[in-house]
Every structure is written in structure tokens, then in C-alpha cells.
């Protein structure tokens, strides 16, 4: 039996809850073999349909926002795909990232029907902001020390591993990331950091309430493994904390 998914804010329009790193959101070619997905423990677990309205990897962890109905999920999917969703991420990379830029690499799909240069390039913008960083004195590559940053990232588009992608090609792959970073950094992180995981967080959403306007702002925590990594980094100071919305006033769709 599943654990309960930690629910971040509940009305009777949508519900927010923080997605396990490793669990897939819904069925799909990559769950062969899969048996609990995220849409169906939240549906079971609050006993209705529950609506998808965007996308977190399967490796990521954090906020993820349902709709309760199919015409709130059209308004919600609307805010998501025009980008006026604000959203906030957390990342730990190899060396030291730079202090605030601007990432404006054009990516193209990777959705596995065609190959990817056929695919067209896309405008995709990242905002990244260097939170803190560490030196490790251990060598796990070519150098004597080792280097790590904490990176705040914000999406300000919303293609496919946009950030994993983004901070790979700017020269700061995400510890974690099997495809875009370095196995003998993410070997080290799994088996002396106890962290077998992609290191990247969805920590915080800022929307408009598609029924009542309200906005809300909701902030997620992290895990435990990554929890742990960060206190030992002496990274204690920039833990989020589950954030709920204020309450309101049940309101009707109009």
C-alpha cells in the first residue's frame, strides 16, 4: 500500500501535493512494469477525479497543482501553457554556478516519436540565481577538491527538461541527471552522500486562482534525502517550507 501524498492546499476547485521523486504522474509508454502513478494515489486517496494541468519528471520532486474538474483544469492548463504560472525550483550542480543569469537556449522537443534534430528548435528562457555553494576536499574527477552550487531556477517557458537541459549546456549539469550530467559525480552523491537521486525540487508555485482570482502562493519542502544534503552542506538556511494558500470562502464556478 501506498503512503498518502502530503497535501499542500485543498479547496474544492483544486488541490496542490507534493509529488515523490521516482513516481511517474500517469500511465504512459515509460511505465512498463509500473504500478502506482501519481493520478491514480491522489484519486484514490480523495475519493474523485482529479485533472493533470502541468508536468514534473518522473525523477523530480515537489509541487504539483490538480484540478477537480474538467473546466477548471481548461482554465489552469490555459495559465500554465501562456506562462502565467510562476514557477520555483531548486537544484544542486556540479561547480560553481554563476551568480544570476539569464539562460536563453532554444531547445528542441525530445517526445521519442522523431529524432530529436528533425524536431523544431524552441525558444525556451530560464532565470538561475546561485543560492550558495560548497568545496569538497575529496576528488572525484580530475581535480583534488570538489565543487557544488545550489541553484535557484525559474522557468519562464515550459519545454521538456528544460532546466536539466538549460544548466547542462550553460556547463552545470544537475547532480543526479543520468542523461544530461556525469556519472562519477552522481555515483558519488549515491553512494557517499546517500542521494540516488535527480537533485531538482519543484518548491514553489504563483498562480491566480481560476474561480475566485485570489492568488496563490504555495511553497513546498524537500525531501528527506535532499533535506539531509543540505543541513550537511552547511545549506540549512535556504530549506523551503510547505507554504499553504489562505483560506477563502467556497465560491461557484460562474
Known amino acids: ?124 528562457v530560464t532565470e538561475v540565481r546561485r543560492l550558495d555553494s560548497v568545496e569538497l576536499p575529496v576528488r572525484v574527477d580530475r581535480y583534488p577538491t570538489s565543487r557544488y552550487s545550489l541553484m535557484e531556477a525559474r522557468p519562464l517557458t515550459g519545454r521538456r527538461h528544460q532546466i536539466r537541459r538549460h544548466l547542462s549546456q550553460r556547463g552545470y549539469p544537475i547532480i543526479g541527471d543520468a542523461k544530461h550530467g556525469k556519472g562519477v559525480h552522481n555515483r558519488f552523491f549515491a553512494d557517499r552522500l546517500d542521494c540516488p537521486r535527480l537533485l531538482l525540487a519543484a518548491v514553489g508555485l504563483s498562480l491566480d486562482h481560476p474561480v475566485d482570482g485570489r492568488r496563490l502562493d504555495l511553497g513546498c519542502a524537500l525531501d528527506a534525502p535532499m533535506t539531509a544534503l543540505f543541513r550537511r552542506f552547511g545549506w540549512a538556511g535556504h530549506l523551503p517550507t510547505n507554504r499553504r494558500a489562505p483560506s477563502a470562502e467556497p465560491c461557484e464556478l460562474p
Not at 500517469?26 to 509500473?34: K, M, P, T, V, W
Not at 486517496?45 to 474538474?69: I, N
Request: hydrophobic share 40%; charged share 30%; aromatic share 4%.
Open 1 to 124: 500500500m501506498t503512503e498518502p501524498l502530503p497535501i499542500l492546499h485543498h479547496d474544492e476547485h483544486l488541490v496542490a501535493v507534493h509529488k515523490p521523486a521516482g513516481l511517474l504522474v500517469h500511465r504512459s509508454a515509460l511505465a512498463r512494469g509500473e504500478r502506482h502513478f501519481l493520478l491514480q494515489t491522489l484519486r484514490d486517496q480523495l475519493g474523485q477525479r482529479v485533472y493533470p494541468v502541468h508536468r514534473l519528471d518522473r525523477p523530480t520532486s515537489g509541487l504539483m497543482v490538480f484540478a477537480l474538474s474538467p473546466e477548471v483544469a481548461r482554465r489552469l492548463s490555459e495559465d500554465f501553457e501562456q506562462h502565467r504560472v510562476a514557477k520555483r525550483y531548486l537544484a544542486v550542480v556540479r561547480g560553481t554556478g554563476p551568480e544570476a543569469e539569464r539562460l536563453e537556449y532554444a531547445l528542441r522537443e525530445e517526445d521519442g516519436r522523431r529524432p530529436k534534430a528533425e524536431m523544431p528548435a524552441m525558444e525556451a
